[in-house]
């Protein structure tokens, strides 16, 4: 079936160190989301990327979409405490109306 | 701004019960979501409303059933609760868009046990 896998599942990393999680799809997607979950807490959307080949940044987050659109990566420079949390990729299937998927997140942990 | 409100926020069931999860949304959107989220995966899909008077199946719609009652609301029911069910439940808002493709406005969720 179709799936959008992400790795790793869990990080842990010491503040000040970089991170990345990937998102990979077996088939085409049309757009691409990030969202952020704290841990209790309910996803937020930080970015939507559309086109192949796309990256966007917000300070010190970097995102990509890959040139096939099968793929996607989050990297954050310097982490800082309030970073915390699982980060999720959603994407929407290109050939299908209702295709929403999630990949299973990963959890970022940061020893101070 | 309420944005997205899930209620109830826990809720313990019995085998066998049934429930409504009742979720409201004050951002005029046109686009409603119910997933379920399970400890070590992401969200999956339950059922979408992609605007007032139409629900589609999402990913894993059996044993659920939705009602879009006006634009702000979308319900979610559990006819007969089963262990399996024992899940966090979040309802979610967007604007309309073509693919499904505008970011969802997320309710803070419903933990819910099916005993």
């Known amino acids: 079936g179709q799936q959008v896998m992400q790795i790793p599942q869990y990080q842990h990393v010491q503040e000040g160190e970089d991170f990345t999680t990937y998102c990979n799809s077996s088939?085409?997607?049309?757009?691409i989301q990030w969202y952020k979950q704290r841990p209790g807490g309910h996803p937020v959307f930080l970015i939507q990327?559309?086109?192949?080949?796309e990256v966007k940044k917000q300070k010190r987050l970097t995102f990509q979409f890959g040139e096939a659109k099968k793929n996607s990566s989050l990297h954050i420079t310097a982490t800082q405490t309030t970073d915390v949390g699982t980060y999720f990729c959603?994407?929407?299937?290109?050939?299908?109306?209702?295709?929403?998927?999630f990949g299973s997140g990963t959890r970022l942990s940061i020893r101070p | 701004n309420a944005g997205v409100t899930q209620t109830p926020k826990f809720q313990v069931l019995k085998t066998g019960q049934s429930m409504t999860l009742q979720c409201a949304q004050d951002?005029?959107?046109?686009?409603m979501y119910w997933y379920r989220q399970d400890p070590g995966m992401g969200l999956r899909l339950i059922y979408y409303?992609?605007?007032?008077?139409?629900?589609d199946k999402g990913e894993v719609p059996n044993g659920y059933n939705v009602s879009r009652l006006n634009k702000r609301e979308f319900s979610l029911r559990l006819e007969s609760a089963a262990p399996s069910q024992t899940s966090v439940y979040f309802c979610?808002?967007?604007?309309?868009?073509?693919?499904?493709?505008?970011?969802?406005?997320f309710g803070d969720g419903t933990r819910l046990s099916i005993l």
């Open positions: 979610a808002s967007s604007e309309f868009g073509r693919d499904l493709n505008q970011p969802q406005h």
């Open positions: 088939t085409t997607l049309s757009n």
């Open positions: 990327l559309v086109k192949s080949g």
């Open positions: 959603a994407g929407k299937v290109y050939s299908s109306a209702s295709k929403i998927i």
């Open positions: 951002m005029n959107h046109n686009s």
């Open positions: 409303s992609a605007s007032e008077g139409t629900t």
